[in-house]
């Protein structure tokens, strides 16, 4: 590989490619690997200092059964997993099949008409919906309407992210009680909670048409299982409903991953945040799903974007309507009856003994009113089990689908004088009388086909495996995303995540119970600070965009703490990701652009003019680095002096943190704060658009300004304090996954974290080294060699052969590979990142397959292939078209399906023709079509 590269010597060409002046001096203090074997003896040890009791805390977090056709063909199959966001649509069909029973499993629940495929968490969920009510009604520079009305019984965490995502950009947040608040045309909008904080279930009817009265929009957060008992926010008059939809299969996992949703009216269709899977057809005219409106994504959309959310959580909203295809209408009711009615008969035993409780309307939460709590609390402990515990002498008991018969015994037993023995009395046929009339469900759900087809394992089973055969992910071929890092996610990595020492666990549990979590949290913390030169971290964000808003957040603090409020500008090179100004957007600041350079440099002429013209309010800058262009600028240092000389802080975007580990540091570049994309650098699998995790670190000066909590793991205590600045709706975020980042530091230890960056670098060279002889390669470094990517120009060929970057990368899929980042940061060209995963044959694989492709332009350069009807226009070709009696094509069917020899041994079809993208957003449809329209599309094949 060096030889082709044009290099003697590995260490030479590292230091080529990555500039002296940054180079970090010491090797990195992290402990040496373990092999696999070891560490899953480790991981196991540690597992065991989590106590697993009995959760009925509730609050948003639920236990749940995975059913296990679910939990070993999708959780632990790296067939979905190891799934990039479906972008290249033909070959993520299945994914898109799931999401789509996703959006429709929440818009038939809920009652409202458009749902995207996930967000984060509910309470970042409950934040996107007070924003987009916010922008709806208020133009950017005047607030006519700045204030949102917040019932006191929405969960605690909800109200702590509303809190820090309303300060910086004006929203003024109002809590009281729904049902006797004055809403006045100064509201742009409300959220109630259905059930509630308490588990009431309220009637919000009258509230939600006063608002409405007042011209403002009301959000309902609620729970999709108390839904199919429940009138659907949509039938009650609501604008948005959101939620989490972890108890539909997904483990607790001490906070996360679990996929949040999100339902709103056809009115805000083109303002939703998030994702959209949309139905469209293909070059052949059949039915086809992609990513409706892809231009929403921040990426087109950049400061002007409403929202940032990039990665969400794909694959827990995979598992969520998976749960929902397998139980169907009739088992999710049933489930939800039967929770209620041991919530019915817990109530009715613990009433008898004595106590009243808050409500008497309600699902499977119960608030009951205590005098001594102390003594409630003992005996729970004593039976290893968790309840929630209010302030206010109240105790919350909250039942889920794993609660059986024996658990109430338990659970009443702790509301006894421990003398008399523990009865209750239980009728499977007893209606559920707590349920109001007037709130019972009556419309029906889930009636599309998908979710009554797949009830038997067998069954099941095959549905997961055809979805997955329609998608290609990382155990069919390299996925050289540049950008995005899809490297190895290795299966001793990910092995225990499905243990229940560190899936059952729930985010509120008592710390004497989370000793496991906490060892490994706090150990992933230092390492995280030893990798990037800093000193504190936070593991609360759940995503790289989450990372940016809580970092610009801690900027923000700093500054106020000095008095410098006015300081709100941040600069951002044009090139940075979209994220980045969306985030600081969301941060309350004003975007200035900074221009780059023809060799893709940060223009610091540019950059010290607008650093000068607002130096006064400068708040700092975001950079990437390497950059997006691939390189390593050696500029980097003075870029940072210039910032930090008009007062500025440097933001440094963690997500090519891959190009740095143990050769540089964001602390050695003169960065004070970054985020890092565990999903990337740190080998947690993107799942097909998350889960993610985008933890923080900081230099010391910045550590008081870390995203806080309303709950205090470390002293197991809810802090009601109105200024909190929580991002996330538990405290470390998806916890469960930092497992997966903590094993990859611990195997790969110390020497070896490093060497991963150095073979990400070699790869890159190599195949950079392989194709420039015949492709333009964009910005390179000094010495001529890239970072751990490159860019690939196309844009030559829209002029010699009028072909466009879109069909390369969709012929790419002929020859069995996911097209690399398109048209990021430059348009017309593809950003190539093969990781330190890939051996040399897989490199090979894919530069023979861009070689080859390459000839196939130049058959169309030089007039011999068609410039309309060629192999890159008509890609990717479908079993269907190749094996079709018709065949009428300018080129062999050969040609067509088997370019290249290796293919023929590993064919990968796509399962669809190149889906056309403007028909899809002109008939926008979001959820799965009624059984007539696919009996339509039958005829016309
Ligand atoms: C350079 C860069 N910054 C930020 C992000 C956003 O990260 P996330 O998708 O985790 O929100 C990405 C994601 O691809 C990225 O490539």
Redesign the pocket.
């Given at each position: 590989m060096l030889k082709t590269i044009g290099e003697s010597n590995f260490s030479q060409l590292i230091d080529k490619t990555v500039p002296p002046g940054i180079r970090m001096k010491n090797a990195l203090k992290l402990p040496a690997a373990m092999s696999e074997f070891e560490y899953l003896q480790h991981i196991k040890e540690i597992s065991l200092q989590n106590l697993v009791f009995k959760n009925y805390i509730g609050q948003g977090y639920y236990d749940t059964v995975t059913p296990s056709v679910i939990l070993r063909n999708v959780f632990e199959n790296p067939g979905w997993y190891t799934q990039y966001t479906p972008y290249q649509a033909e070959i993520s069909q299945g994914r898109l099949e799931s999401l789509l029973n996703f959006q429709t499993m929440v818009s038939d629940l809920t009652g409202l008409p458009i749902a995207n495929a996930s967000l984060l968490d509910e309470a970042t969920a409950a934040a996107e919906a007070m924003t987009m009510f916010f922008n709806h009604l208020n133009k950017h520079d005047h607030i006519d309407r700045p204030k949102f009305f917040v019932d006191r019984e929405i969960f605690p965490q909800t109200k702590d992210v509303l809190h820090t995502r309303a300060i910086p950009i004006g929203i003024e947040i109002v809590i009281g009680d729904y049902a006797s608040t004055k809403i006045d045309e100064k509201y742009f909008g409300a959220i109630v909670q259905y059930p509630n904080n308490k588990g009431s279930v309220e009637d919000y009817r009258s509230f939600i048409a006063t608002v409405h009265a007042a011209g403002g929009f009301v959000a309902m957060a609620t729970d999709l299982l108390a839904l199919t008992l429940l009138t659907p926010p949509g039938e009650l008059g609501a604008d948005v409903a959101c939620g989490s939809a972890q108890r539909f299969g997904v483990p607790l996992g001490f906070g996360g991953p679990h996929a949040a949703f999100f339902s709103t009216k056809d009115d805000f269709k083109r303002s939703i945040p998030g994702r959209i899977i949309g139905v469209s057809i293909d070059a052949e005219g059949n039915r086809a799903l992609r990513m409706a409106l892809q231009t929403r994504e921040q990426h087109i959309k950049r400061e002007k974007a409403t929202s940032?959310?990039?990665?969400a959580q794909a694959l827990l909203a995979n598992m969520a309507s998976l749960y929902a295809v397998y139980h169907g209408a009739e088992g999710l009711t049933n489930i939800a009856k039967r929770i209620a009615l041991l919530t019915q008969t817990t109530a009715d035993a613990i009433n008898e003994l004595g106590f009243e409780l808050v409500s008497d309307q309600y699902f499977d939460t119960i608030t009951v009113i205590a005098k001594d709590v102390n003594a409630i609390r003992e005996k729970a402990i004593r039976q290893q089990i968790n309840l929630r515990y209010f302030d206010d002498n109240q105790i919350g008991i909250s039942l889920d689908e794993t609660t059986s018969l024996k658990d109430l015994y338990d659970i009443i037993n702790c509301f006894t004088n421990d003398v008399d023995a523990v009865t209750f009395f239980i009728d499977e046929d007893s209606t559920l009388e707590h349920i109001p009339g007037t709130l019972t469900r009556t419309s029906p759900f889930l009636t599309h086909p998908v979710f009554s087809a797949h009830r038997s394992e067998s069954q099941m089973m095959r549905y997961l495996k055809s979805l997955e055969n329609k998608d290609l992910s990382l155990n069919t071929s390299m996925i050289s995303l540049g950008?995005?890092t899809m490297k190895l996610n290795a299966a001793s990595e990910m092995i225990p995540l499905s243990w229940s020492h560190w899936s059952r666990m729930h985010p509120f549990a008592p710390a004497e119970q989370t000793k496991g979590y906490t060892q490994i949290l706090n150990e992933l913390s230092d390492y995280l600070c030893e990798i990037t030169a800093f000193d504190a971290c936070s593991l609360q964000p759940n995503?790289?965009?989450?990372?940016?808003y809580a970092g610009l957040l801690t900027i923000r603090g700093y500054h106020a703490s000095r008095g410098e409020h006015h300081r709100n500008v941040m600069l951002i090179p044009i090139s940075?990701?979209g994220?980045?100004p969306a985030s600081a957007v969301m941060a309350g600041m004003k975007v200035v652009v900074v221009k780059a350079l023809e060799n893709g440099y940060i223009d610091i002429d540019d950059l010290k003019a607008k650093a000068e013209q607002y130096s006064n309010e400068l708040s700092g800058i975001m950079i990437?680095y390497p950059s997006?262009y691939g390189v390593y600028e050696e500029t980097v240092k003075s870029i940072t002096d210039i910032i930090h000389g008009h007062g500025g802080q440097v933001y440094m975007?963690g997500?090519?943190m891959n190009a740095q580990v143990g050769l540089t540091a964001p602390g050695l570049i003169g960065a004070d704060v970054c985020h890092l994309?565990l999903?990337?650098t740190f080998s947690i699998p993107h799942g097909g658009g998350g889960p993610?995790m985008?933890p923080i670190c900081v230099k010391s000066h910045l550590a008081p300004y870390l995203p806080g909590h309303v709950y205090s793991p470390e002293d197991g205590k809810f802090q009601h304090d109105e200024q909190q600045t929580a991002v996330s709706a538990a405290p470390y975020g998806s916890a469960s996954i930092l497992l997966i980042s903590y094993a990859y530091i611990r195997m790969l230890g110390n020497d070896g974290v490093k060497l991963a960056t150095e073979y990400a670098i070699l790869n890159a060279n190599y195949m950079r080294a392989r194709l420039q002889d015949d492709f333009d390669i964009l910005y390179l470094g000094t010495h001529g060699t890239c970072a751990h990517e490159f860019i690939v120009d196309l844009r030559p060929f829209k002029k010699s052969a009028d072909i466009e970057a879109e069909d390369v990368a969709k012929r790419l899929i002929d020859y069995g590979f996911h097209a690399p980042t398109l048209s990021f940061p430059v348009p017309g060209t593809i950003m190539i990142e093969p990781t330190e995963s890939e051996d040399k044959g897989e490199l090979d694989r894919f530069c023979d397959a861009m070689l080859a492709i390459r000839k196939e332009i130049r058959q169309v350069e030089e007039g011999k292939a068609d410039k309309k009807n060629n192999v890159l226009k008509n890609a990717p070709h479908t079993q269907f078209v190749v094996i079709s009696d018709e065949w009428s094509r300018p080129y062999t069917r050969e040609t067509a399906a088997f370019p290249l020899e290796y293919v023929k041994a590993n064919k990968f079809w796509p399962s669809v023709s190149r889906v056309n993208n403007t028909h899809g957003d002109r008939n926008l449809i979001c959820t799965c079509e009624p059984v007539s329209a696919y009996a339509e599309e039958e005829t016309s094949r």
């Open positions: 940032n959310i990039c990665t950008s995005c995503s790289g965009a989450q990372g940016e940075a990701h994220t980045n990437t997006t975007d997500a090519n994309n999903h990337k993610g985008g």
